[in-house]
């Protein structure tokens, strides 16, 4: 259920609203916009005790949600939520483009990359200091030392960093070095470690798992708005299908589609989406031309010799070109690429 309140109702109003839900037994979430303020009922309630609030003054109607999810979905906040990263803008009319290597392999790749990017014109620095690798065998990242590299990296730049967590555990650790927590695929329906994570109140990452709907993906970012943390990016990255001269299949009219249900930014992930680096540069395009809020890519000083997903990482000369096509493409579209200050 939503309750959709008259324009202009106070703040007392919207107090007294909420106090009413919450002596129902029901939890209540506030969402105000530009022109109407709008308190979303969660819990399994019954509709029944919440229906005889429409007959408030100050309430302009009480309305079911229809979804699943419910604070993710554009009927809770019909305008685009704008996840904000120490000045950092994802969703509205900025494409924020994060780039950086698969993993944080030493201090100096790191700066060099990150250094690189954002003279091409890309806004945050991601990399992984925990990786969530198929074979126990491969590199599994820096840990707390790539996190270190990271946060130095990025202060010195200026850059919000992006950083994957794979474990409640891990959430201590992680959150103290990174700007914006990642949730892998692997892990989108982690459903402890999205409330965990959550409670941080820390900007959140979340990437479609493999094998999961779009409405799987936004159940996901519920666990997370549920927690009271608005702030979620979500990540088309590819799913498994029957084609396989992919590495997964980026699934365009997801972004599309995403929009259309939820006011949640979305970006996409052409490196993981494609796992070729010839792919990286047409599904970019094609990514922004479908409306996505940005994009994550991975860029590396020298892919042959990458610990991780070399094969998907571009050189920077060639994000250079990415750049210069997204900023011609958002400008199509009366959007323009986000900068650094
Ligand atoms: C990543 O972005 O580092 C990553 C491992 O991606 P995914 O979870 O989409 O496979
Ligand atoms: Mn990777």
Redesign the pocket.
């Known amino acids: 259920m939503i309750i959709i309140l008259q324009p202009g109702a106070t703040d007392e109003q919207i107090r007294d609203i909420v106090s009413r839900i919450k002596s129902l037994g029901l939890g209540a979430m506030v969402s105000r916009g530009v022109h109407r303020t709008i308190v979303g009922v969660i819990g399994e309630g019954d509709k029944l005790r919440v229906k005889p609030l429409a007959a408030i003054p100050f309430v302009e109607k009480v309305v079911p949600i229809m979804s699943p999810y419910k604070l993710a979905s554009r009927e809770f906040r019909p305008e685009d939520t704008i996840v904000e990263v120490k000045g950092v803008r994802f969703g509205g009319d900025e494409v924020t483009v994060i780039a950086g290597p698969?993993a944080v392999e030493n201090r100096d790749m790191l700066f060099q990359i990150a250094s690189a990017v954002k003279a091409a014109g890309a806004s945050a620095l991601?990399g992984?200091a925990f990786?969530?690798r198929t074979s126990p065998y491969s590199f599994q990242g820096l840990g707390e030392e790539g996190l270190k590299y990271l946060r130095e990296c990025g202060d010195e730049l200026g850059m919000p960093i992006v950083t994957?967590v794979m474990d409640t555990r891990l959430i201590p650790l992680v959150e103290k070095y990174a700007d914006v927590l990642?949730i892998?695929?692997?892990n989108m329906q982690n459903f402890n470690l999205l409330t965990e994570v959550g409670k941080t109140g820390k900007p959140i990452l979340l990437?479609r798992g493999?094998s999961a709907t779009v409405k799987d993906l936004l159940l996901s970012a519920e666990y997370i708005l549920s927690q009271g943390n608005n702030n979620v990016i979500l990540?088309e990255?590819g799913i498994r299908t029957f084609e396989d001269s992919t590495r997964n299949t980026v699934d365009i009219s997801a972004v599309a589609v995403i929009q259309h249900a939820s006011h949640l930014p979305v970006i996409v992930?052409p490196s993981?989406g494609t796992g070729r680096r010839d792919l990286i540069l047409p599904v970019s395009r094609a990514a922004i031309a479908a409306g996505a809020n940005g994009l994550?890519v991975e860029v590396h000083m020298c892919p042959q010799e990458a610990l991780c997903d070399g094969e998907q990482a571009l050189l920077p000369e060639d994000f250079e070109q990415l750049m210069r096509d997204v900023r011609r493409i958002a400008e199509v579209l009366g959007k323009r690429v986000a900068q650094l200050n």
């Open positions: 698969c991601r992984g990786k969530p994957e990642q892998g695929a692997r990437k493999m990540c990255r992930d993981h994550m």
